[in-house]
Every structure is written in C-alpha cells, then in structure tokens.
C-alpha cells in the first residue's frame, strides 16, 4: 500500500477532534460475527414489544405512496400534536430522530465563541454534536449518579447560550426533580435557553417529576426533544419532536431540511400516538420487568441505581468491557459504560420477561464464574 490516499489535512480540526458515538450492537451483525442462531439486544433501550400494531397497519397502507416526497411541514402529525399537548402546531418542531432536533438546536442559537453546560455521565451526543459544530461544552460532575443542577449553574457564565437537561437522564435513570428544576430555572440568566431532552417521560413513575410544559406556557425560553424510539417502538423509523415558543419554532425551521421526516415515520407516528393500548401495555410491562430485575439483582448481590425509565444502570465490581463480551458470546448484546467514565457499570434495558431471565442467568454464570 504505497500510495495510500493522505486526507487528514484536509479535515475540519474539530472534526479530527471528535469522539465517535458507539452505539449498541446490532442483532443481525452479532449473530453473523458469533455464529449465533439467537441474539437477545438489551443494548439501546428500544420497545422489546415491538411497534404498536396500529402504527404497522398504517405503514402498510403508505406504502405505495412512497414515490412522493413527504410532507415538508408534517402538517397531520404536528396538528396531532398540538391536540395532545394542547397547543398549536407552531409549537413543534419534527426530526429525524431526536438526535437531528439536538444538532438544530445548537445550529439555531450558537455562535462560535459561545458554550454549552450540561452533565458529565450524560447522553453522548450533545457533545459530539456540539464538537462537530465546533461548540464548546462545559460539564459539571454528576452528583450519586444525578444531574448536580446546582454545580451546572455555576458553570454557567457570560457565554453560556444552551443547557442540555437529559431528565430523566441517560445512562443512569435518574431524574432532577420538580424543585429541582424550578430553582435552577429562577436562577438562570436571562440569555440562556434550557433544552430538556425527554427521551422517557414515558416510563416516569414519580410524583415530583418537573412539568416542563408548564415552563412553556409561563413563558420560559425551553425546549423539550421527545422521541417515539423508546416507548412507542419506533426507533428504526427516526422520529423525534421538539416542542417550543413558535418565535424560537421559526427559527429553528430555518435549520431543519425539508424532508428531514420520511413519509412512512410521519404516518406511523401518528398512528402510534393514537395506540393508548400499546402505550399503556409496554409501560406496565417495563415497570414489572423493572422490579423483576431488581429484586434478582439484588439477590445476586449487585448494586444497581434505581431508575425512572426502562433501562438500569447496574455496578457490576469489575470492567464492565469484560462482561460485555462475556454476555456476547452467550447471545445477551448490553451496554458497557467506558465511554460514559463509569467503568465498572453496564446498562441493560428492560427486555421482554424471558429476555430478562436470560440476561440474567447469563450475568450469574459469568458472576460466578469471574469470583
Ligand atoms: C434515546 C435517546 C434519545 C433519542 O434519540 P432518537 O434520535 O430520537 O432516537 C435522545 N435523548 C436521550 C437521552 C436518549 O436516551
């Protein structure tokens, strides 16, 4: 290879800077690379029940319509929307995922010499995102596996423009509550727009869980990111929504492509936010794989850290690098957590029932078998 083709010259600088996103294992791929006929994926916190059954019907009657471009403006699903929340559909902003919602954001408002404060052992992608925009970011320490929201507001100063909130958080399932939440808002300074990102208010079973809403209507400069990958099943589809003031939504439009939400997402959103039997199903499920999963975990002897959402942060005592592929080679993909700087940590989401009792019985053997 002697001519090989020399380009890092001609790369971007924050681009050679950034950290790539490892996301989890893909089921098909392990399968081929492991020679295994069954793969269980706990690994990206995706509905173990599969799509909701109304979205699929809904999918199949768009389908010879996928000739067309889809809507541009995402007329049906936003006025769908705005009937849920109660508010207009100049409140929404659509994505291809919440992930596309995360880089518009940061487009819409950052100018260069501005930063960004959120969490350290928090969803990665705020600051990959923000690297590949060339966006600093400042992180405060997480505090007994919490957002410390405190320590995040002194590191707000004169250049802070965002705030990235994941609550509840990613990859540790706790969540800042409704005080919380409504000290740190009275006490940021005016030029400051506070991004919630709730990728599982789904899951929540809490009382004291802030109403972001609530900052909206009283006319607080937020914006919330949902999704429909994790408990409307929808993650191979991408989509995802913001929700703000229409005078930041204008804005904010100005950065999203035109077809950035493909047709057959748009249809299937709107069917899924209509499937109340789905919804209601795979939250009752999850709350009981949950305590399942606890109670096992605690026999077995592990610590684990009680979560909001559908997936649990487990201290596995030793490199979680190690379990990872220990649980592999049985067929159970999870989640090693060095990227997150929390090494001797897994993340496993809360699977069907059988499922879990394989990841669990996968856990022990390799437990026992490590002592
Ligand atoms: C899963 C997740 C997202 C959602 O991503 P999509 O791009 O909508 O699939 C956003 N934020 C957090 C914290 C997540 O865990």
Same mark, same amino acid.
């Given at each position: 290879?002697?001519?090989?083709?020399?380009?890092?010259? +001609?790369?971007?600088?924050? !681009?050679?800077?950034?950290?790539?996103? +490892?996301?989890?294992?893909?089921?098909?791929?392990?399968?081929?690379?492991?020679?295994?006929?069954?793969?269980?994926?706990?690994?990206?916190?995706e509905?173990?029940?599969?799509?909701?059954?109304?979205?699929?019907?809904?999918?199949?009657?768009?389908?010879?319509?996928?000739?067309?471009?889809?809507?541009?403006?995402?007329?049906?699903?936003?006025?769908?929307?705005?009937?849920?929340?109660?508010?207009i559909?100049?409140?929404?902003?659509?994505?291809?995922?919440?992930?596309?919602?995360?880089?518009?954001?940061?487009?819409?408002?950052?100018?260069?010499?501005?930063?960004?404060v959120?969490?350290?052992?928090?969803? +990665?992608?705020?600051?990959?995102?923000?690297q590949?925009?060339?966006?600093? !970011?400042?992180?405060?320490?997480?505090?007994?596996?919490?957002?410390?929201?405190?320590?995040?507001?002194k590191? !707000?100063?004169?250049?802070?423009?965002? !705030?990235?909130?994941?609550?509840?958080?990613?990859?540790?399932?706790?969540?800042?509550?409704?005080?919380?939440?409504?000290?740190?808002?009275?006490?940021?300074?005016?030029?400051?727009?506070?991004?919630?990102?709730?990728a599982?208010?789904?899951f929540i079973d809490?009382?004291?869980?802030?109403?972001?809403?609530?900052?909206?209507?009283?006319?607080?400069?937020?914006?919330?990111?949902?999704?429909?990958?994790?408990?409307?099943?929808?993650?191979?589809?991408?989509?995802?929504?913001?929700?703000?003031?229409p005078? +930041? =939504?204008?804005?904010?439009?100005?950065?999203?492509?035109?077809?950035?939400v493909?047709l057959?997402?748009?249809?299937?959103?709107?069917?899924?936010?209509?499937?109340?039997?789905?919804?209601?199903k795979?939250?009752?499920?999850?709350?009981?794989?949950?305590?399942?999963?606890?109670?096992?975990?605690?026999?077995?002897?592990?610590r684990?850290?009680?979560?909001?959402?559908?997936?649990?942060?487990?201290? =596995?005592?030793?490199?979680?690098?190690?379990?990872?592929?220990?649980?592999?080679?049985?067929g159970?993909?999870?989640?090693?957590?060095?990227?997150?700087?929390?090494?001797?940590?897994?993340?496993?989401?809360?699977?069907?029932?059988?499922?879990?009792?394989?990841?669990?019985?996968v856990?022990?053997k390799?437990?026992?078998?490590?002592?």
């Amino acid at each position: 290879m002697e001519n090989k083709l020399k380009v890092k010259a +001609l790369i971007r600088k924050s !681009v050679l800077g950034v950290n790539p996103y +490892l996301p989890g294992k893909p089921i098909e791929e392990t399968k081929r690379q492991l020679g295994l006929k069954e793969v269980i994926k706990l690994a990206s916190n995706e509905n173990p029940w599969g799509p909701s059954p109304k979205a699929i019907s809904a999918i199949k009657r768009s389908l010879s319509g996928i000739n067309r471009y889809p809507d541009a403006q995402g007329f049906y699903l936003k006025k769908r929307l705005a009937k849920f929340f109660g508010l207009i559909p100049g409140n929404f902003v659509l994505g291809n995922g919440s992930d596309e919602l995360i880089d518009i954001v940061i487009k819409t408002f950052m100018e260069a010499d501005e930063n960004i404060v959120t969490s350290e052992g928090t969803f +990665l992608e705020y600051e990959i995102i923000a690297q590949v925009n060339d966006r600093k !970011v400042k992180k405060a320490p997480l505090c007994y596996f919490k957002y410390d929201l405190g320590a995040m507001l002194k590191l !707000v100063d004169k250049k802070t423009k965002l !705030v990235f909130i994941a609550n509840p958080n990613n990859p540790t399932g706790t969540y800042v509550s409704k005080n919380e939440v409504a000290q740190f808002i009275n006490a940021l300074p005016e030029g400051v727009v506070v991004v919630f990102d709730e990728a599982y208010d789904t899951f929540i079973d809490v009382d004291d869980y802030p109403d972001s809403l609530s900052y909206l209507k009283n006319k607080k400069k937020i914006i919330i990111l949902r999704t429909f990958s994790k408990a409307y099943g929808l993650a191979g589809l991408r989509l995802g929504y913001a929700i703000a003031a229409p005078q +930041l =939504v204008t804005y904010l439009e100005r950065i999203r492509q035109p077809f950035n939400v493909n047709l057959l997402a748009q249809v299937a959103g709107l069917a899924a936010l209509e499937d109340k039997v789905f919804l209601s199903k795979t939250r009752r499920l999850t709350l009981e794989g949950k305590d399942f999963m606890y109670q096992e975990l605690s026999r077995m002897g592990l610590r684990y850290v009680p979560s909001v959402t559908n997936f649990i942060l487990i201290d =596995v005592g030793r490199n979680s690098q190690e379990i990872f592929k220990a649980c592999l080679k049985f067929g159970v993909i999870i989640r090693e957590m060095r990227q997150y700087g929390l090494t001797n940590f897994i993340r496993v989401t809360i699977g069907t029932q059988k499922e879990n009792k394989k990841f669990l019985s996968v856990l022990s053997k390799i437990i026992k078998e490590s002592n």
